[in-house]
């Protein structure tokens, strides 16, 4: 099966899994192009294949991506084995991670992609909250809540964050991880000319072998930051998300009673 731009082409499984991935695998790169404001222009074709069936013996990974050349075509392809089911957000966070790369390898000929390509889990975890902020489905208290206990990572740390280590982490730990990836993507996005800045960091991060920082001082010169003040402004993202939405955010009348007793108690 061909996905609609017939940029994914999707076997095994049955016909509703196929289906139902081609859907998903679209939506993905729509998603990603809304945040980006390009348009669509894509070369390399990326193949979902599709393993096994719900119910089986769950293998270590569930989604997995690999780089394929036979003579002079290219293919990336998304392995998914179905034996949890379809993981709409887990295959749609591997989708735009196969986006990433493809926008690295599309200009490199074929058999000159020797090179070491690594697209960091925060940037794919970090692009997917950024859409879930955007269709207004994230959750505003997880980014207070960092924002109060001063994150659980430290930015370092969370640059260097590798593909298993992202695998191992629980539940929480990686509802963390996502919601603090988001505030650094949005941050950027809202910079003064932070999309075209942002369409020329996506096409660099791939293929980069430095330091993180020095990559985002490069596309987002307006920032200026240290290493220590870009920690700094990455928590007040935190905050800003965290904050009240006037517009939206009505406390019941008990929350009233209790911020206003706060607010007018006198010491």
Partial sequence: VYSRTRQFRLSGGDSLSRGTMALLAEEAKDELLALTGEKEEWKITIGVVLHGKQGDPLPPRTVSMRLIEVEAARELRIDVHLSRG?????????????????????????????????????????????????????????????????????????????????????????????????????????????????????????AYQGEMPGLLRKHFPELNLSETSLSKWWQLQLANKGGLNLLTDIFTVTQTETALGEALRLN
Wanted: hydrophobic residues 45%; charged residues 25%; aromatic residues 10%.
């Fill in 86 to 206: 379809i993981d709409h957000e887990r295959f749609k966070r591997a989708v735009t991670a196969a986006l990433l790369y493809e926008r690295s390898l599309k200009n490199l000929p074929v058999g000159d992609s020797g090179q070491d390509l690594f697209v960091p889990p925060w940037l794919s975890d970090g692009l997917r909250e950024a859409t879930s902020w955007r269709l207004n489905q994230s959750d505003r208290s997880l980014y207070e809540a960092l924002f109060k206990r001063g994150g659980l990572f430290k930015l370092d740390d969370l640059f260097a964050m590798g593909n298993q280590a992202f695998e191992d982490m629980d539940g929480a730990t990686r509802a963390a991880f996502r919601v603090s990836s988001g505030a650094i993507v949005m941050a950027l996005l809202e910079q003064p000319q932070g999309k075209d800045g942002f369409r020329a960091f996506l096409s660099e991060v791939a």
